[in-house]
């Protein structure tokens, strides 16, 4: 009985993960205009990737960050780099040439949802 309990919650746990993939590729599809993101550059030493996005429609930082992190998430190279990872965002405006570092020092994971993302960061 336990096993097919364990099986059933496989499935399950199988079915959400599809579905939240479903759901993120849609976001992204939906969101396409609003910033542009480059693939994925690993360093030379492999301990970090290097990305640059650019927020095309000047939205506000948690959508515009919303839409990094979904894109992130969804990203071969990004899912597959390692386990635990930290996104550290450099921020150029465009008005000036100073540039703001937001270096949030959280660990997020492939299953991190953006609220609890969002929720450690909040600014």
Do not use: P, W
Not at 68 to 81: G, M, P, Q, S
Not at 83 to 101: D, F, M, Q
């Amino acid at each position: 009985m336990i096993k097919i309990l364990n099986y059933i919650k496989i499935i399950i746990i199988d079915i959400l993960k599809y579905n939240n993939s479903i759901y993120l590729n849609l976001f992204n599809y939906l969101n396409r205009n609003d910033i542009l993101i480059t693939r994925g550059i690993e360093s030379s030493d492999a301990r970090f990737l290097r990305y640059i996005a650019v927020n095309i429609n000047f939205l506000n930082f948690k959508d515009f960050l919303r839409l990094v992190y979904n894109r992130l998430l969804n990203d071969e190279t990004f899912k597959h780099f390692c386990v635990n990872k930290i996104i550290a965002i450099n921020v150029i405006r465009s008005y000036s040439l100073n540039e703001t570092c937001l270096h949030q020092d959280v660990l997020i994971t492939n299953t991190t949802t953006f609220e609890e993302y969002y929720k450690k960061n909040k600014r």
